[in-house]
C-alpha cells in the first residue's frame, strides 16, 4: 500500500475506522473526553487573569484563597480526564492492533504455497509485526489527538478574539508563515518516513531470510558477500533516519522564532495597552499563556498528520 498524494485517504480511513465498531463506546467516550478537554483548556488562563486582576492587584486575600482553590481544582479534574482520555486512546489502538492482527494472519495462513516461494518470508512478517504498530497508532497518537488539538486551538482563538481582537490579530501575525512552514515540514518528513518504513522492511527481510537460510550461505562461503549486502542495507536506513533528524532540526527552530516573535509583538503591544490603561497585567499574563496552548499543538500537529499517513501506510 502506498502513500497517495492526498494529505489523508479518506476512503482507506474510513475502512480502518470499520475495525473499532466493537470498541466503538470506548471511541465515543473518547471523542466526548476531547470535547471536554478543549472547553476546559482555555479556562486556566482566564481564571489566572482574574486572580492577577481581581483578587491581587486589590490585595483581597479571601477571594485569591477561593480562586486559588478554583484553579487547583480544575487542573485536578483535567488530569483526571487526560489520564482516562490517554488510557483509553492506547487501549483502544491496541484493541484494533490485535485485531487486525489476527485477521491477517488468518488471511496469511490460507495463502498458496507458490506465494511463499515468491514471497520472502520478513515481509509478512513485517506486515503483522510492524506495520500493525503503525495502523494502531492512527488512534492513540493520530486522529483522535488530532481532533483535539484543533479543538483546543479553536477554543483558545475564540477566547484570545472574545477578550481583545486587536491584541488577537496582533500576537497571531506570524501563524500564517507557520502553517505554512509546517505543511512544507509535514510533505517533506512524509516522503522520509515512507523510505525509512521500506528500509525497516528491507532489513527485516533481509536479516530473516539469512538467518533462516545461514547454512546455505556458509556451504557456498558467502558470508563476506551477505555481510557487505547487509551493510549497505544498513547504511540506507541510517541515511534515511539522518534525513529525518535534518528536517526535525529545521523546522523546530523555525517555530520557536516564530513563537518568540509572537511574544515579542505580545509584550510590545500589550505594554501599550497597559500604559494607555486599556489592557491589564493579567491579559498578557493570559494571552501569554494562550499563545504557549497555541503553539505546542500547532508543533506537533505535522508529527501527528504523519502518524496518521504512516498508519494508512501500514
Known sequence: MSIT?????????????QYIKPFKRVFYLTVFLTVVL??????????????????????????????????????????????VYTFRTNWL??????????????HIIHFRLPYFDKTAIGTPVTRVVSDMETVGSIFSNGIITIISDILQMTGVLIFMFYIDWQLALMVLLPIPVLVVATNIFKNKIRKVFTDVRDKVSELNVFVQEHLTGMRIVQIFNREQQEMDKFKKINEQ?????????????????????????????????????????RLTVGILVEFLLFLYMLFRPIRELADKFNTLQMGMVG
Open 237 to 277: 536506513h541510517r541515511e534515511a533516519h539522518i534525513r529525518s533528524v535534518w528536517y526535525y532540526s529545521i523546522f523546530f527552530p523555525v517555530v520557536e522564532i516564530l513563537s518568540a516573535t509572537s511574544i515579542a509583538l505580545l509584550i510590545w503591544w500589550g505594554a501599550k495597552g497597559v500604559i494607555a490603561d
Open 38 to 83: 478543549a472547553v476546559l483548556a482555555p479556562l486556566r488562563p482566564w481564571i489566572i487573569q482574574v486572580i492577577l486582576d481581581k483578587y491581587i492587584a486589590l490585595g483581597d486575600y479571601m477571594g485569591l484563597v477561593q480562586m486559588t482553590f478554583i484553579l487547583v481544582a480544575l487542573l485536578v479534574t483535567q488530569s483526571i480526564i487526560q489520564f
Open 93 to 106: 489502538g491496541q484493541k484494533v492492533v490485535n485485531a487486525l492482527r489476527v485477521r491477517l494472519f488468518k
Open 5 to 17: 498524494g492526498k494529505a489523508l485517504d479518506w476512503q482507506l480511513l474510513k475502512r480502518v475506522f
